[in-house]
């Protein structure tokens, strides 16, 4: 089957539900879910040779390249055809794990300035270790909505991101379904 496809469905499951988890010092951190945040996710800014995924061309908006993946007419064999593909290869494989990652139970109070060259913004971070590293999603502050949303999809092979961080025990998840 499609890898392209694969990922958007999974993520397709948490689309239009907010999710609020809740630390072990009562702290809750909420966060939604959006068609229009894969195409961050799954890397595709990264293939700027692919006009289909171009951004900047009238009606391909993140949402719109979202519904096309969806509707299989934008596919992984497209996106293979671009030079810069092998950027975003093993995090279309492991964004297949999207769903150990948010059920994760530790969240990372992420603090940029500790870790040396970094463009994350984010301000938490959920994270799965794996055999050889860790799967890591960044949560961004969204103003507009007063909620938490995915800012970045990561794999990385060491604890760069992770060590020297504050980091809490997640003890519930709250699911709610928003109005979009």
Do not use: W
Request: charged residues 25%.
């Amino acid at each position: 089957m499609d890898l392209l496809k694969n990922c958007s469905d999974i993520y397709k499951n948490y689309v239009g539900y907010e999710y609020t988890f809740i630390t072990d010092c009562n702290y809750s951190v909420k966060v939604r879910f959006a068609e229009s945040h894969f195409y961050h996710l799954a890397g595709l800014h990264y293939l700027k040779d692919i006009k289909q995924l171009d951004t900047r061309i009238k009606n391909n908006n993140t949402t719109n390249i979202f519904k096309r993946i969806q509707k299989e007419k934008i596919t992984h064999s497209h996106i293979q055809k671009s030079v810069f593909y092998k950027q975003i290869e093993e995090r279309l494989v492991h964004f297949l794990n999207f769903d150990n990652v948010i059920s994760a139970k530790i969240i990372v109070d992420f603090d940029y300035a500790k870790v040396y060259k970094t463009s994350i913004m984010s301000k938490y971070l959920l994270y799965k270790q794996y055999e050889d590293g860790y799967e890591i999603l960044g949560l961004k502050y969204d103003t507009k909505y007063d909620v938490y949303i995915p800012e970045t999809f990561i794999v990385e092979h060491s604890d760069y991101y992770i060590k020297e961080q504050m980091s809490y025990n997640i003890v519930e998840v709250k699911t709610n379904l928003y109005k979009k």
